[in-house]
């Protein structure tokens, strides 16, 4: 069984110029009670070793539902996927067997979720769930295994790791067992990481510590990170290149510098917008006019006309392709040049 | 720890007071005559009459005749049935036999229950999960009484009769543990029909919770993921259901015992009330009820092994 997964599953290296991890034109589709909600619709975007990926987006725009795809977790049905890639070093994920899925999911995609509280199994000590991963993937004996996990506690910076190896999640603070399961995350050095929203239930101090812990361990291992979040803030510093989700699709992908800078489409510059500011203490804040779109009934043309000032009648009829900025920027509107310029329309 | 289990059972006296005081109260406010009924149809002599409603404490009143009783159960005496036979004599040997029926339902329970319940729910929507179901809902709603005599009549006597086979035995207790098999399973018929319903859901919702997701991530197998991950969560109410359940069964003995005819304490007690032996109806009672306390308390010390969450002071 182990002989025939390994052979489908990506050698390391990988074969000549594709990316560590592509995916491509993905389509995400749910079947439920009130319709088909289309939560991911064609998405694509790239990452390489020691490159970190920030997926910006509100709830439902189907950030956190691409990363599920890629990791292989979505529950199937009621989720399905009618169409796209998911390439691995080449090799298409979405085609492999469950057991050689099973061989890369963990061990070299991993990923950590954003409540480690619900996330971490509340009746088995924090050692036990960490060495599990040396258990069943490397068959470590159970001492081996929580040496293992004393020494990964320690590499995120757990305090007193060797006495609170065999303490519960709910006996951790939130930063805490957001290490905890960052350690568990890496246990078996992936090449990939995927995080979720990993400070969204954090405090702000400790917002940065977890950050940076995650900037740390991937230049030490060089993986490829992908950091879905909704927060520009926690993107600014840690991240190589942004894609910007709404409504199911990537709307604009580019370094993150040229975002911050010149946002190429009205959504993404919106967002930027309504970030508060010092300097404009006193003034109302800005928000983004309207509702994020309803997956069960998508808006016709662009999905955010109904919010967007720079709207033209094109807008409403036709779908807006992924146009090239430059060869490292993509803008899905029809008007990236005016939006660039700042003119508003 | 300690210190909790002395306190749970320091609780536990006010609450057996109480009970014995209104089960005394019960069968005392009970119309008729205990030593008339002891004659039975046979006229009686009028002095002997008097000189037992005067050994039994009969013309007391109330409130002095449950103290009479309960100074007797401080020092170990639980009084005499009119027959003159030490009721701790009496419940002691029946105790046992309803102790083996009641476990037995309640292995036959644990076993059915929560194996219906999480087969149904790894195969939810799917054919198997409405079978058991429906079956549920009609273990649910058949009285005992009829499940009872039913089993009695095809596994005892037409299965017997027609085939020759006769490993179930449907009355008494002379052939060892097989004797409690059937009794057993319809003792606990309603609560097998509940435990697999609470499995199904229990599991149902442990099988969505986040980290059960987090394990499917860690690319654990399905087997694992389900098996020790959610499982080890979706047992902490079964457990609380099981061991609310003992008292309900020993209780519940009362018909089961009568229909298979088996001498236990669920049988005696049916004939106590009959009879009006004040003191063989509360000493039982008295017992169902610290069997119960018991039962609860064991559970709750059992939570804090299963559930490191919860811990006692």
């Known amino acids: 069984m182990k002989n025939t997964a390994t052979e489908v599953v990506p050698a390391e290296g990988g074969l000549g110029n594709d990316p560590l991890l592509a995916v491509d034109n993905l389509h995400v589709e749910f079947a439920t009670r009130a319709g088909l909600v289309k939560a991911v619709n064609g998405v694509s975007y790239t990452l390489n070793a020691g490159e970190t990926l920030a997926v910006l987006g509100e709830s439902g725009s189907g950030k956190s539902v691409t990363a599920q795809a890629i990791m292989g977790i979505l529950d199937m049905p009621p989720a399905r996927i009618p169409l796209g890639e998911v390439r691995f070093r080449g090799t298409d994920l979405l085609k492999l067997k469950e057991e050689a899925r099973t061989q890369i999911r963990g061990q070299r995609i991993a990923m950590i979720f954003q409540d480690a509280l619900s996330a971490l199994n509340p009746v088995f000590t924090v050692g036990w769930q960490i060495g599990e991963m040396f258990r069943v993937h490397r068959g470590m004996s159970r001492r081996d295994a929580e040496t293992k996990a004393v020494e990964l506690m320690d590499r995120v910076r757990i305090p007193a790791a060797k006495q609170r190896v065999n303490d519960y999640p709910h006996q951790f603070s939130g930063g805490m067992r957001q290490r905890i399961m960052i350690a568990m995350s890496i246990a078996l050095d992936p090449e990939v990481l995927i995080a979720d929203e990993p400070t969204t239930a954090l405090d702000v101090t400790v917002q940065a510590q977890i950050m940076e812990l995650l900037a740390e361990l991937q230049r030490e291992s060089n993986m490829g990170l992908i950091l879905i979040t909704h927060d520009l803030g926690v993107v600014a510093d840690v991240a190589d290149k942004i894609a910007v989700m709404y409504g199911g699709r990537i709307v604009e992908n580019a370094p993150v510098h040229d975002i911050y800078r010149t946002p190429g489409h009205p959504y993404t510059k919106g967002l930027l917008e309504s970030i508060p500011r010092v300097d404009q203490k006193g003034q109302e804040l800005y928000a983004i006019k309207g509702l994020p779109p309803n997956l069960l009934d998508m808006p016709s043309g662009c999905s955010f006309h109904p919010r967007c000032p720079y709207r033209q009648d094109n807008c409403v009829t036709d779908v807006p392709e992924l146009y090239e900025i430059n060869p490292t920027r993509n803008s899905a509107c029809h008007y990236w040049r005016e939006v660039l310029d700042g003119t508003d329309g | ?313």
């Open chain 2, 1 to 313: 720890m300690g210190r909790y289990i002395i306190r749970r059972l320091i609780q536990a006296i006010p609450v057996l007071l109480g009970s014995t005081f209104l089960i005394y109260l019960t069968v005392f406010a009970l119309p008729g005559d205990p030593i008339a009924s002891l004659a039975g149809e046979k006229r009686t002599d009028p002095t002997v009459v008097a000189i037992l409603r005067e050994q039994y404490h009969l013309n007391d009143p109330f409130f002095l005749q449950y103290w009479y009783y309960i100074k007797g159960v401080f020092v170990g005496d639980f009084g005499t049935t009119f027959a003159k036979v030490e009721v701790s004599d009496l419940i002691a040997g029946k105790f046992q036999v309803t102790i083996n029926l009641a476990m037995t339902a309640l292995i036959l329970e644990a076993i059915i229950g929560v194996g219906l319940g999480l087969w149904a729910a790894l195969r939810r929507g799917q054919a198997i999960d409405s079978a058991i179901l429906a079956s549920t809902l009609i273990l649910i709603s058949v009285p005992t009484l009829v499940t009872g005599f039913v089993l009695q009549l095809l596994l005892g006597v037409q299965l017997k009769t027609s085939t020759g086979f006769d490993f179930f035995p449907v009355a008494g207790v002379y052939d060892g543990w097989r004797s409690y098999l059937v009794p057993g399973f319809v003792l606990a018929g309603v609560s097998i029909a509940y435990l697999t319903r609470l499995t199904r859901t229990s599991l149902a919702e442990t099988l969505r919770a986040d980290f059960v997701r987090t394990a499917v991530a860690k690319g654990l197998p399905r087997r694992r993921v389900v098996g020790r991950h959610a499982l080890r969560n979706a047992l902490i109410p079964l457990v609380t259901y099981l061991g609310a359940d003992l008292g309900t069964l020993m209780g519940g003995a009362v018909i089961t015992e009568s229909i298979f005819n088996i001498p236990g304490i669920g049988q005696e007690l049916f004939r106590s009330v009959y009879e009006r032996q004040q003191p063989v109806v509360v000493g039982i009672v008295t017992l169902l009820v610290l069997v119960y306390i018991l039962a609860n308390l064991f559970v709750d010390l059992l939570y804090a092994v299963l559930d490191p969450r919860i811990r006692y002071e």
